[in-house]
């Protein structure tokens, strides 16, 4: 319970099990996870997936191409670079961003939060954002 793993690298990945353990890792394709609730895992890198299994925890991606994923009531799965997918169970809430190139750099268009209700977005289904609309991925 509350240890914590942190790497530096790329294709480091960290992870803990325990209430309130958390992950992170910074690098290219450099992934976190983390078991046990109010345990969080963030990734910063381009292909760098972050999962949370529990209540009450947090997965958050920065890097293009990267993937968060959550399972646990009251979880938040957070994918804020380009083309990023988010993924969660019924009661938790995606974060997803979009971003267009602009004058040839990558622009960011819109961030958008959605609660799975398991109705209207469906649990354990990928999503990103397209032309500023939720869609599976």
Request: hydrophobic share 40%; charged share 20%.
């Amino acid at each position: 319970n509350e240890a914590h793993a942190a790497t530096t690298g790329n294709e480091a990945h960290a992870a803990t099990t325990g209430y309130r353990a958390h992950a992170a890792t910074t690098g290219n394709e450099a992934h976190a996870a983390t078991t046990g609730n109010e345990a969080h895992a963030a990734t910063t890198g381009d292909w760098a997936h972050a999962a949370t299994t529990g209540n009450e925890a947090h997965a958050a991606t920065t890097g293009n191409w990267a993937n968060a994923e959550v399972s646990g009531e009251n979880s938040i799965a957070a994918s804020l670079g380009v083309d990023g997918k988010a993924r969660g169970t019924k009661g938790s809430w995606l974060v997803l961003s979009e971003w267009r190139i602009v004058n040839w750099k990558y622009a960011l268009v819109c961030v958008k939060t959605f609660f799975v209700d398991g109705e209207t977005i469906k649990a354990d289904t990928w999503y990103m954002i397209k032309e500023g609309e939720l869609v599976e991925a």
